[in-house]
């Protein structure tokens, strides 16, 4: 069965410092991967996905993540955070089963200090 | 702009009295979904449309129905909400197979 890990419940980051958040999943094939953020009270943005073809994907807002097949990771990074990144990050595995079905990490809450 | 709608963004109910929560879109996409997101916890997937066809997940309990009238409306119905049943109930859609899915911005629902 399809599951991801977030092992991170929570980050501060000053801002202007890089960043980076872990993802692990577990998944028999080739997986559908993606990382959403949800601010305060609000639904979630899709920041970027991978389906196939290049590892680096570039997201919106300066992210950017890496599949890692041997690691069984899709880590999120951004090269310098500001303020506005504050929020809940999640990565999800697309399911094995039924179609379109999305399993969700237990999030990150990434914390920005001037 | 093409967007996903909640209606409404708070909702308070009293303990067992019906409610229900609204979603409509104008992206066209024809698989809706319904998830429910408790405090600090990750969205859990309660049910989907793919066009007409209902599909529910197997541990959605029997209290949660939903409801597709046509493409752009998508109705979550709690029939006796519990406390338990406090959460943002998030609404999103996709475009066929295609994995990647558009949110709403959610409804809180607090029960009373």
């Known amino acids: 069965a399809q599951s991801v890990t977030q092992p991170d419940i929570h980050i501060t980051v000053s801002e202007g410092a890089s960043l980076e958040l872990r993802c692990n999943y577990s998944y028999g094939a080739t997986p559908y991967l993606f990382w959403y953020v949800q601010s305060p009270g609000q639904g979630l943005q899709l920041l970027l996905k991978?389906?196939?073809?290049?590892?680096l994907v570039q997201g919106i807002k300066g992210f950017e993540a890496e599949f890692k097949r041997s690691q069984s990771s899709f880590n999120l990074r951004k090269p310098s955070v500001h303020w506005s990144d504050a929020a809940e990050y999640f990565c999800?595995?697309?399911?094995?089963?039924?179609?379109?079905?999305?399993?969700f990490g237990t999030g990150t809450r990434l914390t920005v200090i001037p | 702009d093409a967007m996903v709608i909640q209606n409404p963004r708070y909702q308070v109910t009293q303990f067992g009295k019906p409610v229900t929560l609204s979603c409509s879109q104008t992206?066209?996409?024809?698989?809706m979904y319904w998830y429910q997101q408790k405090s600090s916890q990750a969205p859990k997937l309660l049910f989907h449309?793919?066009?007409?066809?209902?599909?529910n997940e197997a541990d959605t309990p029997d209290n949660f129905q939903s409801r597709r009238p046509n493409t752009s409306f998508c109705f979550l119905d709690i029939r006796s909400p519990g406390l338990g049943d406090a959460a943002m109930y998030l609404c999103?859609?996709?475009?066929?197979?295609?994995?990647?899915?558009?949110f709403g911005p959610g409804t809180r629902l607090t029960v009373t």
């Open positions: 449309y793919y066009d007409k066809d209902f599909n």
């Open positions: 999103a859609t996709s475009r066929g197979q295609t994995y990647e899915q558009y």
């Open positions: 999800a595995v697309g399911a094995e089963t039924g179609a379109n079905n999305l399993f």
């Open positions: 991978y389906f196939s073809g290049d590892t």
């Open positions: 992206l066209n996409h024809n698989v």
